[in-house]
């Protein structure tokens, strides 16, 4: 048996269940996540996932699985992701087990999640902003009230819930 199998099973049922009382989704989130790896590495090195040793899943490795999950999966950067969450998640538990590879784990861990842009949300303009705040009558006390609680909710980003 290899050194990743019992680290494997005890990452499910003694980290993820019991220390850290991960919610069922979470756990059957990762354990896709890293049966995919398992399978990918099976397609790529031939070799059956009770074979695999800690040195199998290198950096290389797993960045040419995580490219493989955009490229041929068609996974968004997102997805990409919460897969390397899980990879770390393992990595970090397979640490504290198995010191004789920490210069192996430690270069996994220190895999980039990949950057995502977020898009900017725009509903207003400059100018309809100043027009907004402009239109309160500030001669009257209830305009600069108006007014300033309008600037308040402008620079702030204020928003009605729906």
Known sequence: MSLVAPTLQSFFTDRLANQRQASPRTIASYRDSLRILVVFVHAR???????????????????????????????????????????RSLFAYASLRHPEHAALIQQVLAVPAKRIDKPTVSFLTAVEIDALVDAPDRSRWEGRRDRALLLVAVQTGLRVPS
Request: glycine share 2%.
């Open 45 to 87: 090195t031939g070799k059956t996932p009770c074979t695999l040793d800690w040195e199998d899943l290198d950096t290389e490795t797993i960045c040419a699985f995580l490219d493989h999950l955009e490229a041929e999966r068609h996974n968004s950067p997102r997805t990409r992701n919460l897969r390397l969450t899980a990879i």
